[in-house]
Structures are given as structure tokens and as C-alpha cells.
């Protein structure tokens, strides 16, 4: 019996050693964690339940009858955050550059099956060569299998990809369907095409970091949601994430003690706005001003930053924030940030976590190249996004709303259940000057004239309470007393249902 146990020992062994001390050692001096190491640091302490330790894979051709490693190249299990339940699989670069073969991919797909099934996040750590070139293409149609069902959990389970490592070829596209991708600075990448590629098909000098690193991805093509310095930092801020999420489509996001009072008032918020219309402000403000001990975990922060989107607490209880930014682009709605703040709005609806919105928005950014772009297909995401969710809404206007803009950001006619506005705010369907410059053309050339007109229209319409005379506005408020104000409105929400008439599926503009 003792032998046995023994060998079970040994067994053990060399699977954990995964490819060998040298080359956890090689992965070391690149700076990056081990598959396991990683694991670690993501879960509570202890806690890992591993599956599926001694798979192994069966290739014979290339001499891979002779390249076993117990495992396959990837850790797969279970384990919690913060006592709540995760499952993981981290990718081994130290076996075989992490390529996914049949066997490897199926380890992947048995604990996404099982998270599916018992409704848990499941939390990728990417770190491969891609497609196990040996195997050709039982190699393609493992990824396919892992594909249909990153589909098949998108809404059910959050799904949360971290890029530690080589992420490419067709590979990236098991993260790009999850909710969240982190990627780390300097150690990984994606695309679908290398450098070596590129330059022989469009004649194009780029580095791997440059067409696809960290920086890239978080700032040009907003493929990816966060940058961190290193493995331990993404690791970190991952936990953190989770404790926003709720465990899966048919759970709340948890309750976390706070100790913070939701009526403190905030003299300071009184003062926010500045005088002068066309001087900004920093939005970030009064979200932390009003967000549980000022703790707010944001979203693509270096892309689209002329919207704000990120999670917040309120009463101890989740939410997700959207916010114009003034002082990027005065705050104007345009392609990137139409699409940055739908898949937010999405994500929140699909998991239940209430929706807080602050707008200041002078409308959608004008130009040829948005046109060009698809402004109104991009934009009609955003608007269908509000429109569609369920969840609890609460918005607040801070200075003005003007346009199409107005309704998009969750206003009232798109279901909005609390619309508050601060006594700076504006509903309009254009800013003074400009509905002058229409309604008075002839008058134009005099000057006096037109200040007087821009001050008239500016009377009438540079307020909330027009607004608020038809009920779209269903209170002013004092900015002082924002949070006391959004956190009652929450609780009184906490039992909201609603839904929507039954479809197969919604056609949101693509
Ligand atoms: C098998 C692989 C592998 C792969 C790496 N290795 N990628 N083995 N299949 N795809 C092995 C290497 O042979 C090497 O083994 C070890 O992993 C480490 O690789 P190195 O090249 O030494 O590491 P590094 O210099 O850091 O370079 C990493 C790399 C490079 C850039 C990822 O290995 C590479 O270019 N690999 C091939 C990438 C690729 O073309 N993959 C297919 C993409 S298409 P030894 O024994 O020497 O240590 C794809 C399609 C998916 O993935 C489709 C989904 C539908």
C-alpha cells in the first residue's frame, strides 16, 4: 500500500513539474509567473482542486510518442475567490510552448462544462503557442469545441481571460469572446496575423508588441480591457473583479460589508460644475464621491476615455457605472465610446447588476470619418444596449443633454427607472448658440441681436425644469446629496422585474 501512496506521490511530481526547472526557470527570466504559480496567486489560499492532472496526449507523429508530459500543457481545476467558486485553467508554456492539443483542449473544455453547469465564473490564464502543430487539424477542432462553448456561457457565466504570454493565430478568439481580457505589459500579445505576415502581405514593419501588445490592445484597439505591470498585478486585480461579479445569470453579485454612510453628504459636489458652460470637469470625481469608500474598478480606462464605465458599490451592493467625461472631447458620444459603453450596459444586464448613469453630453461628435465609420450603427448599440436592459436604472444629469444623446444615455423614455438632475442641467436639442445660428440665420450679421436671441433660448431652455415639467426628469436634486439619493433609489429598485416580449434572440446593430 505504502508503495503505492508513494507512486501517487511521484505521479504527482513530475505533473507539477510541468516542463522541466530549466524551463520554469527560462519563464522566470521573461518575467512571467508558471501556470501553476499563477493559479496560486488568483485563489484563496489552498483552495485549488485540480482535474484532469495526468491526461495525456495521444499523438504519434513528429516523435510525440516520446514528448509526454503528464497534464498536456495545461492546469486545469477549481478553486475560490474570497470563498466564492471559480474554475481556472492556465496554460503551461514550459510544455510544449503551451500548444493546445486534442487532450489539452479538452481539459479546458470539461471545466468550462462544469462551470456552465454549476453556475461559477471560469477565469482563463493565456499563455500558448497556439495550435499544437503536430496535431494538425484535431488541433482546430479542439479550439472549435472550446469556442462553441465560450458562445454557449457567454450570459451564463462571467468569463474572464487573462493574456499571460503568445496569445495567437485563431487562438485569440476563445478570449475575445469572453467578458473581460486582461492582458500583462511587455510579456504578452495577440493577433490573428504575426509581424512575420504582416510584412509579407501588406509590406508592414511592426513588432509583436507593437501589433499586438498590452499597450495596443488597450489604447487602439480596445480588444482588451486592462493593462497590468506584471502577472501578480493582473492577478490581483482580477480577484478584485470577481468580487464585483455575481457567480452567474441567475445569482445577485454579493453583498460586501461597507463602511461607509449612504447619506453622507458631499458639500463639495455643489461646486462641481463650473460656472462657465464650456470649462470641463473631471467626471471621476463624483464617481468616487458617490461610490462606497471611493473604490472604483474601471474598465478600458486608456480607450474611448471620453465615457466612463467601471463598477462601484453602493450600500455594499454592485454597480455599474457609465459616465460622459467632460474634460475628454467634452464628453461627446462618438464610435469608440458608443461601443465601449454598450458591451458594459450588456454585460451588466445580462448578470443583474443595477446600472448608475451621470451625463453631460453635447451629443454625438460630428465628422466625416464617424460617418465614414458607422457612427449610427455604433451609436444605435449603445441606445438598443439601454433600451433592452432590465436591470435597475438610475441616472443623474449634471450639466447638459442635448439630441440623440439625451435619449441614448438612459433616459427616461429607454425605461429609465430613477432620472435625477442637478439644478446645472440642461435638456435641449442643441446648445443655445447653435439653435440661434439656425432659427435666427437672417439675423446673423448683428451681433446684439443674436446675444440676445442665444440668451432668450438659453432662458427658456438651459435648465432642468422644462424637462421636468413633462415628468422626464423625475426629480431635481441637490448635487450635495447625489449618493443619499442614488442609494435610496437602488434600494427601492432591489425588487424590480421587468422583462421583455419573448424573441429567439435580439438583432442589436452589429
Ligand atoms: C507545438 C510548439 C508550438 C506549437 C511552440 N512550441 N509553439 N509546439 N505546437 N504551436 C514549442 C517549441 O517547439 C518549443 O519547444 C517550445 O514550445 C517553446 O517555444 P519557443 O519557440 O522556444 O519559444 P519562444 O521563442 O518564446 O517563442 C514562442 C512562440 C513560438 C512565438 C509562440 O514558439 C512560435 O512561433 N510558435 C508557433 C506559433 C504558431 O504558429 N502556432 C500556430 C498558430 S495557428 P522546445 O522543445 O524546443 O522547447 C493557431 C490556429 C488556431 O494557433 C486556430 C483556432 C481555430
New binding site residues.
Given amino acids: 500500500m505504502k508503495d503505492i501512496l508513494q507512486q501517487l506521490e511521484d505521479r504527482r511530481e513530475v505533473a507539477r513539474a510541468g516542463?522541466g526547472a530549466r524551463?520554469v526557470a527560462?519563464q522566470h527570466a521573461?518575467g512571467k509567473l508558471s501556470a501553476r504559480e499563477r493559479i496560486d496567486l488568483l485563489l484563496d489560499e489552498g483552495s485549488f482542486e485540480e482535474f484532469d492532472m495526468f491526461v495525456a496526449h495521444r499523438c504519434t507523429d513528429f516523435g510525440m510518442q516520446d514528448?509526454q508530459h503528464p497534464g498536456d500543457g495545461v492546469v486545469t481545476g477549481w478553486g475560490t475567490v474570497n470563498g466564492r467558486m471559480v474554475y481556472v485553467f492556465s496554460q503551461d508554456?514550459?510544455?510544449?510552448?503551451?500548444?493546445?492539443s486534442e487532450t489539452h483542449a479538452a481539459k479546458i473544455c470539461k471545466i468550462m462544462d462544469m462551470a456552465v453547469q454549476n453556475g461559477a465564473p471560469v477565469i482563463g490564464m493565456n499563455d500558448?503557442?497556439?495550435?499544437?502543430?503536430?496535431?494538425g487539424v484535431g488541433?482546430?477542432a479542439a479550439?472549435?469545441e472550446v469556442?462553441q462553448r465560450n458562445i454557449l456561457a457567454s450570459g451564463v457565466v462571467p468569463q474572464i481571460s487573462l493574456i499571460m504570454?503568445?496569445c495567437?493565430?485563431?487562438?485569440v478568439?476563445?478570449p475575445a469572446m469572453t467578458d473581460f481580457i486582461f492582458m500583462v505589459k511587455d510579456s504578452s500579445y495577440m493577433f490573428v496575423t504575426?509581424p512575420d505576415v504582416v510584412k509579407t502581405v501588406t509590406n508592414e514593419v511592426v513588432t509583436?508588441e507593437e501589433l499586438g501588445g498590452a499597450s495596443t490592445h488597450t489604447r487602439k484597439s480596445s480588444v482588451a480591457d486592462g493593462a497590468f505591470e506584471n502577472d501578480v498585478e493582473a492577478l490581483a486585480e482580477t480577484r478584485r473583479l470577481i468580487d464585483f461579479l455575481p457567480l452567474n445569470n441567475r445569482e445577485k453579485a454579493p453583498v460586501r460589508p461597507f463602511f461607509d454612510d449612504p447619506a453622507r453628504i458631499e458639500p463639495s459636489l455643489d461646486t462641481l460644475v463650473p460656472d462657465n458652460p464650456n470649462q470641463p470637469y473631471d467626471m471621476k470625481e463624483l464617481i468616487l464621491k458617490v461610490a462606497d469608500e471611493g473604490d472604483f474598478f474601471e474598465i478600458q480606462k486608456d480607450f474611448a476615455a471620453n465615457i466612463i464605465i467601471g463598477f462601484i458599490r453602493i450600500e455594499g451592493q454592485s454597480v455599474g457605472v457609465v459616465a460622459n467625461q467632460p474634460i475628454v472631447l467634452a464628453g461627446c458620444l462618438d464610435i469608440d465610446a458608443s461601443r465601449k459603453a454598450a458591451r458594459f450596459v450588456r454585460f451588466c444586464d445580462a448578470f443583474e447588476i443595477p446600472i448608475l448613469t451621470f451625463v453631460d453630453v453635447p451629443g454625438f461628435l460630428p465628422g466625416v470619418g464617424q460617418e465614414y465609420g458607422g457612427v449610427i450603427k455604433h451609436g444605435a448599440k449603445l441606445l438598443f444596449a439601454y433600451g433592452e436592459a432590465t436591470v435597475p436604472k438610475v441616472t443623474v444629469l449634471t450639466r447638459k443633454t442635448y439630441g440623440g444623446a439625451y435619449v441614448v444615455m438612459s433616459s427616461k423614455h429607454l425605461r429609465g427607472d430613477f432620472n435625477y438632475a442637478w439644478p446645472t442641467a440642461e435638456v435641449a436639442v442643441m446648445g443655445a448658440r447653435g439653435a440661434v445660428e439656425i432659427l435666427y440665420r437672417s439675423e446673423l450679421g448683428d451681433a446684439d441681436k443674436i446675444a440676445q436671441r442665444t440668451k432668450d433660448y438659453e432662458d427658456r431652455f438651459a435648465n432642468p425644469f422644462v424637462a421636468a415639467e413633462r415628468g422626464f426628469i423625475d426629480e431635481v436634486i441637490m448635487p450635495h446629496s447625489t449618493r443619499r439619493r442614488v442609494a435610496r433609489a437602488f434600494a427601492a429598485l432591489r425588487t424590480k422585474k421587468q422583462t421583455n416580449p419573448w424573441k429567439k434572440h435580439d438583432n442589436i446593430p452589429l
Fill in positions: 516542463g524551463r527560462a521573461k514528448m508554456f514550459t510544455v510544449l510552448g503551451g500548444s493546445v500558448s503557442g497556439g495550435a499544437r502543430i503536430q496535431e488541433s482546430l479550439y472549435g469556442f504570454g503568445p495567437a493565430g485563431g487562438a478568439y476563445s504575426g509583436a
